[in-house]
Each structure stands twice: as structure tokens, then as C-alpha cells.
């Protein structure tokens, strides 16, 4: 029976070699590479563009993660949850305005998960507006 491979230390690797490189970096790190080099290709391509907002969200680099949410809404104008996203985004930067009417047109589009909504805390910082209270209740009573 063959023995099982044990994983090769990082530090094994040459310095500066392809492999060692590889070996360094995070998958959060890889992701947003390979994904951005397919929108510099494919600008359009709705999944990549999913894909990286969430990675550059979970990096904490949310204002580049705005502009891609802005771009899906552009390719996916009528999808209900890029819209919610594209909601989060703006809350979470603390633009409530913007994040009320993009989460106001979610709604309109179909989006309905109320109690995710109430538990979301990318929504924190809205939760108390009464804008959002108003279109809970107009969800729940429907």
C-alpha cells in the first residue's frame, strides 16, 4: 500500500520560485486575482461578478466591492438579490439613503426573505431608520 503524501512545508520551495509563490498565497487572494482577470476579459459575466464582490467584501476592501456590485445591478438590472447585495454594500458603508432605495427596489424586483433581512448585519446600519422598519412591516403584512 502506498504511503500518504504529506503536505510539502512552504518553505521548501526555492525562494522566489512559481511554486513557493503559489504555495504563500490565500485562497481569498488567488480567487480575487483569477476573477478579476476574467472581468478584464469578460466585464459582463454576472457569476465572476457575484463571486468577486463577496471576495473583495470578506477582504475588506468594500468600496472596490461597491463598484462591482454596481456593475452587476448594470448587467442584472431586474435580478432581486444583486439588488439586496448592492444594498448591503451601501449600508455597510454607511450610505444609508442609497441602501434604503436599493433595498426598497430589491423588494419591488421580488426580493422577500424577511427574516434574513432582520438578521442581516450587513443591514445594521439602517436597522433602526424607519424607512426600513416601514417596508418590514409592508413585507410581513403582505
Known amino acids: 500500500m502506498p504511503h500518504p503524501k504529506r503536505p ?3 518553505d521548501s520551495f526555492p525562494p ?3 511554486l513557493g509563490v503559489l504555495a504563500e498565497r490565500t485562497q481569498l487572494d488567488f480567487e480575487l486575482e483569477f476573477f478579476g482577470k476574467i472581468l478584464a476579459v469578460v466585464p459582463d459575466f454576472a457569476d465572476a461578478l457575484r463571486a468577486q464582490a463577496c471576495n473583495l467584501t470578506m477582504k475588506g476592501r468594500l468600496k ?3 463598484v462591482v456590485d454596481e ?3 448594470t448587467v442584472l438590472p431586474t435580478d432581486p438579490t444583486a439588488r439586496y447585495n448592492l444594498a448591503c454594500r451601501y449600508a455597510l458603508l454607511k450610505q444609508r439613503d442609497k441602501a434604503i432605495t436599493a433595498l426598497r427596489k430589491a423588494v419591488e424586483l421580488g426580493y422577500r426573505d424577511v427574516e ?3 438578521e ?3 443591514l445594521d446600519s439602517i ?3 424607519p424607512r426600513f422598519c ?3 412591516k409592508e413585507l410581513q403584512t403582505e
Do not use: T
Request: net charge negative.
Open 71 to 73: 456593475q452587476l445591478v
Open 116 to 118: 434574513f433581512m432582520q
Open 8 to 10: 510539502v512545508p512552504i
Open 16 to 18: 522566489g520560485s512559481v
Open 127 to 129: 436597522r433602526k431608520d
Open 64 to 66: 472596490d466591492g461597491l
Open 120 to 122: 442581516d448585519h450587513d
Open 134 to 136: 416601514k417596508l418590514l
